[in-house]
């Protein structure tokens, strides 16, 4: 590139040389460099920096990306069992049709005046989500589940007073890590231990450690190994009459068919959002959702944005704002609830566009066919010899496949697999060493009868 | 024909507004938006139907009552919405100071949109997303550069997250020192984002504000006063909310050092500073960028965004996990990191953020780069100009100085004399076309205004705006029940504030709703 010819750069409306001429006589500046008289000289960078040439012909630059990306294969070109939090699942198209709205994708934090539009977009969501989760109070989007997580804990810590979690055994350890990093100055964590064959919380240890200072329990349902929790009621019970919060963590995508935890006792439920209607981004398709009933108690002690519907100067129009601002960040700084700010409103309006489009019929349908391949899954691979399936009971998208009676380690039955074009369940040998060789695969309803056969007749292959 | 009649300024407008039921009233029962594939029969006939076999407490009883509607109503209800809402593309969006609403190049949401990304699971196998690892391990490279740190995590998924981040590792730093206990307060300025202060909170801090000098800058003296062995940070953005640039930023730095403590420095505003002035080299020991800020990428109605923490190569340890290498082969995946805070969020990042920031860099290179941090201080200053044309409006502090990339305003004058308040500003400009913002609480500047235009305005937006302003600030002047009323020809009319912050009436779903509203 010459030095010479100056660059005028498409995306810097005021880059040709004329106009910066113009702009700097019209402010009465000698040059640019007139703006920047309070940074000492001391600190000024010299030179220029060590980055690539730019790419700067748009064509050059998608050459250069579509080459990065292409070293990539992606779920879809393969046959995949993968979830442990990150769920493939079918993305109708008015979702990434809506996403991509201008309007929405390059909006920021508009007022409920000219960006009315995310607004009623967002308390849509939250209302869907209520549906969903049969409660009255649900939180514009944070980052994801593992911060919906944590921060219900924190919000149970603050309505109890109190300053211990107990949390179910089978949670995962990514987001375990998350909780035990956050809640530290607050709350100390008391893990719950879980039964051998069925993975379910143990009520008698459950039992034994809860106390007068036991601000929650925490569980998930389904699990993070997939199975149902089905002692549910009485770990809300239990959390009841000891004066804690019952917090439950629920994959949204279930509850078509799984009851919500506002019917069996949960006070607080949380989750992430990714499961509707979000790609999964390699990670970066994330929302984490919390909801509550009703109660001042429990609506003051959320962080996020609430947003609440209200009437205008004109009759039959609907306006919307911000519920009880005053709690929040923005408004108070540290002493406001823990902070807001920007988490993951896109997939907010895009989960209740999923929503919306799945309607009630969708989402049991979509629920039972969940269950019914995750049945035949489980069927289908302990038919083939070596395996078993790891926990008794009634799962729901995901199981552990219990590979230690194979000769193999799981990691390589997944070289094994992958070379057979098929993405092999998560390796929990290093998360969960009580499990052995064993690996978590997720059934979906991207998965078709032939995918699941296809499955359960290579492992057979790959074991033999 | 005659020619037509030149345009007034400023321009007429009127947002669209569709008079949009919420979605439950326009549910249709029976109506599909969507069909899923059906189970196969050989799939039914092994194993029944499962979900009847849950226990009865866990078994949901009835359909969740979700609005039932064909595809194109769902469809037109959010494509109506959109319509009744702004963004960077549509407004010469200068308005959200603090925020650096610049261009987000479509190119990079077309090229994130590939499958060979969007449906890439964060559990492939290392070879199967060789290209996605290359691109956030050479997007900290670039960072790296940009900053003068040693290493960063991509994880966190915002600014606030990243500040959070950098919190958890100055907190295991000191742990580590055996020094936790002891140091249990961090000090931040009041120009600083609240989330610094907040997410300290959070983190277990005491927290000390700093209020500027008369002139507006952080006020060292009061720094130097504050700082102790109980120091455990400073959480400090430099330029300001305010555009203002710390000429003592250094002497900030070595007063906290010689007690101890790290340095933490908010790039949140580092547009204006792109190859002018880097963290490392003020002696910070710790900062973050906000992609979704300077680097591009689009805000979302506030998110996905994505944060960047960088750090010197001592804290490199306690980054959360994993990071991304490189060796000569291959990119992969480091959790092999026992100091660690550990995770942050799920996974590494959003990823569809760090492809867009990485495209955007590499776009402009070294000296894009500085010409954008150039144009978006011009485009500033030139701004400030305009502004302070108009009676009413004044930029306190730093009295006849520039500033860097934003300035805080005040109407104070203008309020005075008309009774006219910032907000009330805001919603008149909303009948412009234009998006406006006052500022972060509390008001430490009377009647704020906070206006920051990037590289992404032309010199005609920047004239478009104030003249704007100047129209909305004449009418102050002449005819305040306009302001008062406003907005006009907005897609809604003032709306009743009081249901959102009484228990008995606020409602946060349409059950809510359908409850109270009586």
New interface residues.
């Given amino acids: 590139m010459s030095d010479h010819k100056p ?1 005028v ?1 498409p ?5 040709s040389p004329a ?2 001429a ?3 006589k ?4 000698e040059n ?1 460099d ?7 000289d ?4 010299k030179g ?9 012909a ?1 064509a050059d ?2 050459r ?3 080459g ?11 046959l ?1 069992f ?1 979830g ?3 769920g ?1 699942h ?1 993305v ?1 198209a ?1 979702c ?23 607004f ?5 969501y ?7 989760l ?5 939180n ?2 944070n ?5 919906a997580a944590a921060t219900s804990l ?1 919000m149970a810590g603050r309505i109890t007073g109190r300053t211990k979690a107990m949390i179910c055994g089978t949670i995962g350890g ?2 375990l ?2 909780i ?3 809640i ?3 709350l100390e964590p008391i893990m719950i231990a879980y039964l051998p064959d069925s993975g379910l919380v143990d009520l008698a240890d459950l039992g034994a450690k809860v106390s007068s200072n036991t601000a929650a329990i925490y569980f998930e ?1 389904p699990s993070y190994l997939g199975f ?1 929790e ?1 002692g ?2 009485e770990i809300a019970q239990i959390a009841h009459q000891n004066g804690a919060l019952c917090v439950v963590d629920i994959d949204p995508i279930s ?6 935890p506002a ?2 006792g949960g006070d607080i439920a949380c989750g ?1 959002i990714q499961t509707l209607g979000i ?9 984490g959702f919390i909801a509550t009933r ?1 109660d ?1 108690t429990y ?1 003051l002690e959320f962080p996020s ?10 009759d ?11 709690r929040t ?6 002493e ?1 609830k ?10 907010g ?1 895009t989960a ?2 999923y ?15 969940i ?6 899954a489980m ?1 289908r691979l302990s038919q083939v010899p070596g395996l078993k399936i790891r926990f008794k009971g ?1 799962h729901f998208k995901e199981f552990v496949v219990d590979f230690n009676d194979c000769n193999q380690p799981v990691a390589m039955i ?2 094994k697999l ?1 070379a057979k074009g098929i ?1 092999g369940g ?1 390796d929990l040998s290093v998360e969960f060493p009580a499990l052995g060789q064993s690996a978590l695969y997720a059934i979906t ?2 998965h ?2 032939a995918d699941i056969d296809r499955l359960a007749a290579t492992l057979q292959e790959v074991l033999r | 024909m005659k020619p037509v009649a030149p345009k007034p300024t400023p321009r007429r407008f009127h947002q669209a507004s569709w008079d949009e039921p919420v979605i439950f009233e326009l549910s249709q029962p029976g109506a599909r938006g969507v069909l899923l594939p059906q189970v196969e029969s050989g799939i039914e006939q092994e194993v029944g139907d499962v979900s009847s076999t849950l226990p009865e407490a866990l078994r949901r009883k009835t359909l969740p009552a979700l609005p039932e509607m064909s595809q194109v109503h769902v469809l037109r209800h959010y494509d109506r919405l959109s319509q009744e809402n702004l963004g960077v593309d549509l407004n010469i969006d200068v308005g959200q100071g603090t925020c650096t609403m610049k261009y987000s190049p479509k190119v990079n949401d077309q090229l994130a949109r590939s499958h060979k990304l969007a449906d890439l699971h964060p559990l492939q196998d290392e070879s199967t997303v060789q290209g996605i690892l290359e691109v956030m391990w050479r997007l900290e490279q670039f960072l790296k550069e940009i900053s003068g740190m040693d290493r960063f995590s991509l994880q966190p998924g915002a600014g606030s997250a990243a500040i959070y981040t950098n919190m958890a590792m100055v907190r295991a730093y000191h742990t580590s020192r055996g020094e936790a206990g002891q140091r249990d307060q961090v000090i931040t300025t009041i120009f600083s984002h609240p989330s610094n202060a907040a997410c300290a909170k959070v983190g277990g801090y005491e927290i000390l504000t700093i209020y500027p000098d008369p002139d507006g800058y952080p006020d060292l003296a009061a720094l130097q006063a504050a700082v102790s062995e109980r120091t455990a940070a400073l959480f400090i953005t430099n330029p300001e909310d305010t555009g203002i640039f710390n000429p003592s930023i250094e002497q900030f730095v070595a007063a906290v050092h010689a007690v101890g403590g790290l340095c933490v420095y908010d790039q949140a505003n580092a547009n204006g500073i792109l190859g002018i002035t880097r963290a490392r080299d003020a002696g910070f020991d710790m900062c973050h960028f906000n992609l979704h800020k300077t680097f591009s990428t689009p805000h979302g109605c506030g998110g996905p965004a994505a944060g960047a923490c960088g750090v010197t190569s001592s804290l490199a340890q306690f980054l959360p996990v994993p990071t991304v290498e490189h060796d000569e082969q291959k990119y992969y995946l480091d959790y092999n990191r026992p100091h660690s805070i550990g995770k942050i969020r799920p996974w590494f990042g959003v990823a569809q953020n760090i492809l867009k920031a990485y495209a955007w860099i590499m776009s402009l290179g070294a000296k894009g780069l500085r010409e954008v941090a150039e144009i978006a201080v011009l485009n500033n200053n030139y701004l400030l100009k305009k502004v302070l044309e108009i009676h009413g409006a004044s930029a306190p502090y730093a009295k006849g100085k520039r500033r860097i990339e934003q300035v805080r305003y005040s109407w104070e004058q203008l309020s005075r004399e008309t009774g006219v308040h910032s907000e009330e500003i805001g919603y008149r400009a909303a009948d412009f076309g234009t998006h406006y913002w006052t500022s972060h609480h509390p008001y430490v500047v009377p009647e704020p205004m906070t206006l920051e235009p990037t590289e992404s305005y032309s010199r005609a937006d920047l004239d478009e705006y104030a003249a704007i302003l100047k129209h909305i600030a004449e009418e102050a002047y002449h005819s305040p029940e306009t302001i008062h009323t406003a907005p006009h020809n907005s897609t809604v009319h003032r709306i009743n504030p009081e249901p959102f912050d009484n228990p008995q009436e606020w409602a946060i779903t349409w059950r809510a709703y359908k409850r109270k509203a009586k």
Wanted: net charge negative.
């Fill in positions: 660059i750069y995306y810097i409306a005021n880059s106009t910066k113009e702009m700097l019209e402010v009465g500046a640019i007139e703006f920047y008289a309070d940074i000492p001391s600190i000024r960078f220029t920096l060590d980055l690539p040439e730019p790419l700067l748009e630059l998608t250069h990306i579509e990065l990306l292409g070293k990539n294969t992606s779920a879809r070109e393969r995949s993968l442990a939090g990150c493939q079918f109708p008015v990434d049709e809506i996403l991509s709205r201008a309007e929405f994708l390059t909006a920021y934090a508009g007022e409920p005046y000219e960006d009315k539009g995310r009623q977009a967002l308390f849509e939250e209302s869907m989500m209520g549906e969903l049969n409660m009255d109070v649900v514009v989007p980052y994801d589940g593992f911060q924190l990514d987001k890590s998350k035990r990093d956050y530290r100055p607050h349902n149902i089905t549910a009621e509850l078509g068919v799984l009851a919500p019917d069996y992430d790609h999964m981004w390699y990670g970066g398709g994330h929302g009703d001042p609506v944005r609430l947003f609440g519907i209200s009437s205008t100067t004109v039959g129009e609907y306006g919307f704002g911000d519920v009880a601002y005053e960040s923005f408004a108070k700084r540290e406001g823990e902070w807001v700010g920007t988490a993951s409103a896109l997939w309006i209740g566009v929503l919306a489009l799945m309607g009630p019929q969708g989402m049991g349908e979509l629920g039972k066919g269950m019914q391949r995750t049945a035949y069927k009634i997944n070289k992958l993405f998560k309803e991207v078709t009868q």
